[in-house]
């Protein structure tokens, strides 16, 4: 479970814009050349669209396609890119993002955020890339020719988007890419629905009352032919189980009405 600081904070008053343009608007304009920061290459794709079929729920195939698709049209590699602001709804978004382009997730001389992330920069809905990429405007103007690299996200981390930056004009002309096919080419899950049985656990979570009791552990876990089944938790013990050990790979039993026990 993630303590509420560590989420997206929906009460936020803030706002954010940048202006795109041609250079030769841009000019025309009067805007001087040392604010000019240059798209250079974006990419769009979804995961598999439910959470049941993804083959691992702790990878995005979708975030490292954008990845490889973006930085491929741009020349670069994720070393040239010196500064990262990941989408940070939730800390294992970021952990998903930065496992998928290779970026260590503790580098003081690279961290994943120019803005602070979504605990302090914007809640869910309010938009929060249009001032990822405002900040990241502003810090590639602190450091001229470098690169920068923002991501977005969407639904339960499915829609992932993926854009590359500098004051630098890009290499090769700007590109938008689609890998959709490459992402929907991967393995899935059937979702084993209504199922009752033997399960190993694949991963959980604990939802807590107000007062910080544990009130319900929702586990997902694989069954023999590979299926991906859901189970509930509800009594104490087995509640103080997931939160204070680490029960992945262990083989649980789901009950007909949906109850897991460990």
Request: glycine content about 12%; aromatic content about 8%; hydrophobic content about 40%.
């Amino acid at each position: 479970p993630y303590p509420k600081l560590m989420n997206s904070n929906i009460q936020v008053d803030m706002a954010a814009a940048f202006l795109l343009t041609s250079v030769e608007t841009a000019r025309a304009a009067g805007v001087p050349q040392d604010r000019w920061v240059f798209p250079w290459a974006g990419a769009d794709s979804a995961d598999h669209w439910f959470v049941s079929q993804r083959w691992e729920l702790s990878a995005s195939p979708s975030i490292a396609a954008n990845g490889r698709a973006a930085l491929g049209a741009a020349g670069v590699g994720i070393d040239d890119v010196a500064h990262v602001d990941l989408y940070s709804c939730f800390p294992s978004a970021v952990q998903l993002g930065a496992d998928a382009l290779g970026l260590a997730p503790d580098d003081p001389n690279r961290p994943l955020t120019v803005t602070g992330g979504l605990g302090f920069g914007g809640g869910p809905g309010n938009n929060y890339v249009t001032g990822s990429i405002a900040a990241m405007c502003n810090t590639l103007r602190g450091e001229p020719g470098s690169v920068g690299l923002v991501t977005g996200l969407g639904w339960y981390a499915t829609k992932h988007s993926l854009g590359l930056w500098s004051t630098n004009p890009p290499p090769q002309p700007f590109s938008r890419h689609l890998p959709q096919a490459e992402v929907d080419a991967g393995p899935s899950r059937v979702a084993a629905e209504s199922y009752a049985g033997p399960v190993r656990i694949e991963t959980w979570t604990v939802t807590h009352e107000r007062d910080g009791e544990p009130a319900l552990g929702i586990v997902a876990g694989l069954t023999e032919d590979g299926s991906r089944a859901w189970g509930n938790v509800r009594k104490p013990d087995a509640l103080r189980t997931l939160l204070d050990e680490d029960p992945a790979g262990a083989v649980a039993t789901i009950a007909e009405d949906g109850e897991l026990s460990l």
